[in-house]
């Protein structure tokens, strides 16, 4: 039986797309059904779906984020309401899309390409991810950042990017910690990620960031939960489930 996970953060919207999922392909298990990005990632690594229907615009992870990180785990259908020059993206046939607001006529012909797709092994999404993400973003992929600006007591100082050995959320501030010293900052841990060079800082849970230069080991717990301690630090940063993939071969 063909399965798949919902994820859409309008409750009547995600409610209308199952009901007419179940009528159009009645034999679709629907293993989950979410509302944001994260809940997303921890349903895909419980269940094991088919295919995924992804909001493009949802809260802690938006679905081009989730399809980062499902790789070729499962077929990706896109719900958006971006026009066609983001669409493009999708055209090479590895994913689907649905545009909003989309007719019972338009799902169908999702339905027909996904049945098509179920004696297929998904795609490897990074590379249209990577396109749709440049898109989204309206071209020109951001500058790196090179410098974190922070205050310590009166005096505003540059720290540079590549000494940070990580960022973690803190109430209403971010911790750039390095290894002579640590400081708060008011970006939050998404914005951040938007110049951070992907392969040398990752993300490991919704609060913490990584530089992959820092990790002096990874262990795991009894229940199989990973934990990265820090080069000349003290305390470990918990890596969520959602990002434990990173991992799995360490």
């Not at 390409?113 to 898109?135: C, E, G, M, W």
């Amino acid at each position: 039986m063909p399965t798949a996970i919902l994820a859409e953060d309008e409750p009547i919207l995600r409610a209308q797309l199952q009901a007419k999922l179940a009528k159009l392909w009645p034999e679709l298990e629907i293993l989950a059904s979410v509302e944001d990005g994260a809940a997303a990632l921890e349903a895909l690594e419980d269940r094991a779906p088919d295919f995924m229907f992804l909001d493009i615009q949802m809260p802690e992870m938006t679905g081009v984020e989730v399809a980062k990180h499902v790789g070729a785990r499962a077929h990706v259908v896109f719900v958006t309401a971006y026009d066609q020059y983001a669409i493009q993206a999708f055209e090479t046939g590895a994913v689907d899309y649905i545009l909003k607001p989309y007719t019972d006529e338009r799902l169908a012909v999702t339905v027909e390409r996904l049945k098509a797709k179920l004696a297929s092994p998904p795609p490897d999404l990074n590379a249209i991810v990577s396109q749709l993400a440049t898109q989204l973003r309206g071209g020109a992929p951001k500058e790196r950042l090179q410098w974190i600006k922070a205050s310590f007591g009166q005096n505003l100082r540059l720290i540079p990017v590549a000494d940070v050995l990580f960022f973690q959320s803190d109430e209403k501030y971010t911790r750039v910690v390095t290894a002579e010293a640590e400081a708060l900052i008011k970006t939050p841990i998404r914005e951040l990620l938007d110049g951070l060079d992907p392969e040398t800082f990752w993300q490991i849970h919704r609060s913490a960031i990584v530089n992959v230069n820092a990790i002096a080991g990874v262990t795991r717990d009894f229940r199989g939960q990973a934990h990265i301690k820090v080069k000349g630090k003290d305390e470990t940063l918990t890596v969520s489930r959602i990002y434990s993939h990173l991992f799995k071969q360490m």
